[in-house]
């Protein structure tokens, strides 16, 4: 158990409101990821932190913010949901820096309608 | 930019025997990091095992194994002796060695195991 946890674990919106997810870690870990997953694609890479205040862009960044004021909180906004959004997130963070090993949080299911 | 392809979207096994997902990927670099992770129906992804590159002994965990085979860009992963409690989504990734590269794992599409009791 790598301390993480995520909230909500299941949320429901609309098209165009704006949400935010929060991923939370315990043992002040320097790197944190947020993937998505879907259907027949795995995992892919959002966002990711290397530190507070300091992030860049994954693979399918477009249409998500990210956010890390503090080392143990790294948050993702939705600005205006849209219903290609619908996925499974899952936050991870880096346990071991040589190999990049990743530990994975719990998930949150959203559910854009 | 590198691929990961798990070409057995489902595949099934008898109890107490042995069943191997196979893995292949695509790059053109030299060292990099192997991973099987598997998400059992509660959703929480596990580091099954993990392989470097450079390390020509094939890892081992338990019950698990892989046989890496670096010149066909091959990872398959074995489950010797197979229990209900492995039923679950197996996940391929592979991670660069540097560069942004080396902040993501790229995942295959997912091998989904049911155990037969």
């Known amino acids: 158990d790598a301390g993480i946890t995520q909230s909500p674990r299941h949320k429901v919106t609309e098209t165009g409101t704006p949400v935010t997810l929060r991923c939370h870690q315990t043992?002040?870990?320097?790197?944190m990821y947020w993937y998505r997953q879907d259907p027949g694609h795995g995992l892919r890479l959002i966002h990711y932190?290397?530190?507070?205040?300091?992030?860049d862009k994954g693979e399918v960044s477009d249409g998500y913010s990210v956010s890390r004021s503090k080392t143990e909180d790294f948050l993702l906004t939705l600005e205006s949901a849209t219903s290609s959004q619908t996925s499974v997130y899952f936050c991870?963070?880096?346990?071991?820096?040589?190999?990049?090993?990743?530990?994975f949080g719990p998930g949150t299911r959203l559910t854009v309608l | 930019a590198q691929t990961v392809t798990q070409s057995q979207p489902e595949m099934s096994v008898q109890e107490a025997e042995t069943v191997t997902l196979s893995c292949t990927y695509d790059?053109?670099?030299?060292?990099?990091?192997l991973f099987w992770y598997k998400q059992p129906p509660s959703r929480q992804m596990i580091l099954v095992i993990r392989?470097?590159?450079?390390?020509?002994q094939n890892a081992t965990e338990n019950r698990f194994s892989v046989n890496f085979q670096k010149a066909a860009k091959s990872f398959s992963l074995k489950i010797s002796d197979s229990q209900l409690g492995d039923a679950a989504m197996y996940f391929c990734?592979?991670?660069?060695?540097?560069?942004?590269?080396?902040?993501?794992?790229?995942f295959g599409q997912g091998t989904r195991l049911t155990i037969n009791p």
């Open positions: 990734a592979y991670r660069s060695p540097y560069g942004q590269g080396a902040q993501k794992l790229v």
């Open positions: 932190s290397y530190g507070v205040k300091d992030t």
């Open positions: 043992e002040n870990h320097r790197y």
């Open positions: 392989q470097e590159a450079y390390k020509q």
């Open positions: 991870a963070i880096r346990q071991n820096p040589r190999n990049n090993e990743q530990f």
């Open positions: 790059t053109s670099e030299s060292d990099y990091y």
